[in-house]
């Protein structure tokens, strides 16, 4: 999810880079925020609109289970290498020429992917989805602060953010209404004519905001161990479950980015422009925000990967009815950002963040103890406490990195943050699908069994068990008993609820992880820093 906040007062905000001049629409402050608003959302809407349309894409084009957590594994990656990287060549080329740049990309990749016509292609255009996403976003907020005068810019951000969250909320239930009524390649051709919207209006209407003194010259090398390195490490843990956690391969991936992340750490020592400065993470509130936003999103990313399914293929839900069970969640998030910075106004981001990571734990392991037969009732609960635990972190957490960094670094520290977020939702979605296939694998015979069904041996029991990690009971043979079928969707279903319920099990003990890391952070010592995403 993605949005902006800012310090309270007006002596926090930066002056504007660059501001408009003279009359004429070019650079006019609040048709700038409609533009920015309309490319962002193409990656707000995005964030939740493919999860509605990963079932019937994983169906559709005979995806296995690890190939469609790439799907979104593989763009929040992208996005989380890249960030950091991004808010460099906007300063560097012009955050507007970066924002319409990450608009046609974004509106493209979107096109690539709704044409593939197998998942290897819809992964690899989702990865570039997600490098043209990282441009968007710090583009839009450099023009936003460019836009607006000091005592302007807080209203900007606020309206901006409820945009973006607006955007966020609505995905599912937009997802489910194009999936169930049109194809789930509309779910990307619909970026289209929003990115050539965005487009027009940034040639008309966007003035060019830059950083003065920006650096002449990019940490190649930083970047090339970074994107590697992080590759290896997501790479390998998916795979592990196919090919076994002491596999050779396995280690040589999991190995290998462990190495590439120390040389990493030790180049960012001795590069003139370094990717990520190392001299941020001598501030211990700082360090502990930027856990705790990994943490966050491993557990809140990781766990809610497996909703979609549980809703759809358990409960039989059409996609727009999975949309509309998961509104409380979303709109409990944009209920839960105001009321959350007006609690860390008054007193601080630690009391919040905590409180706000135990309300989520709670969720967690609410939601481990959902079944086939759990109610609308009982989910919406879950997904309510997860909503209104989640915003006091998103919001707190920023605070913590950025405004415990140095002025000067504020800005590295503003893409930090947003890169711990997207590698933290990697990583769990990782993880926890890992833990939930072998899970699914050790119950499924047993209850198959139990149901009274005959042993399936051979390819035929590998492609069973692949489907009951997606909540996907086999096709009876022409003929089967009606009593047979209910038996074979039971023990599919029982098996998948009980990799799930170890799956948010987990995201519970990460969570409440997170709770305790909470009560290291503290307000932010520096004097004023710029706006950065949540």
Known sequence: MSQSVVKNSEADAPPPLNPPSGGGLKGHPWLTLLTVAVGVMMVALDGTIVAIANPVIQEKLHAAPSEIQWVTSGYLLALAVFLITAGKIGDRFGHKTTFLVGAVGFAATSAAIGFAGNIQTVIAFRVLQGLFGAL????????????????????????????????????????????????????????????LIALGLGLWILRDVRAENAARSFDLPGIALLSVGMFALVFGIIKAPEWGWGDAKTLLFLGGAVVLMVLFALWQGRAKEPLIP????????????????????????????????????????KPVDAGVHLLPMTGMMIIGSPLAGLAIGRFGPRVPIVVGMLITTAAMFGMSTLDTGSSTGVMSLWFVLMGLGISPVMVGATEVIVGNAPLELSGVAGGLQQAAMQVGGSLGTAVLGALMAAKVGDVLPGNWAKAGLPPVEGPSAEGLKQAAQLGIAPPAPPGTP?????????????????????????????????????LLTRRGTTDAGPSVHI
């Open 136 to 195: 968007l976003q710090p583009a839009a907020l450099g023009l936003l602060r460019g836009a607006f005068p000091a005592e302007k810019l807080n209203m900007a951000i606020g309206i901006w953010g409820g945009v973006i969250g607006a955007s966020t909320a609505a995905g599912p239930i937009v997802g489910g209404l194009l999936v169930e009524h049109v194809n789930w390649e509309s779910v990307f051709f619909i970026n289209i004519p929003v990115g």
């Open 278 to 317: 190392l001299s941020l993470f001598r501030s211990v509130p700082l360090s502990a925000g930027v856990l705790l936003m990994v943490l966050m999103a491993f557990a809140f990313f990781g766990a809610i990967f497996f909703v979609t399914f549980y809703l759809q293929n358990v409960h039989g839900m």
């Open 482 to 518: 009606q009593q047979a079928v209910d038996a074979m969707a039971g023990a599919v279903h029982q098996s998948f609820v009980s990799g799930m319920s170890l799956a948010f099990a987990v995201a519970a003990v990460v969570a409440f992880a997170a709770a305790v890391l909470g």
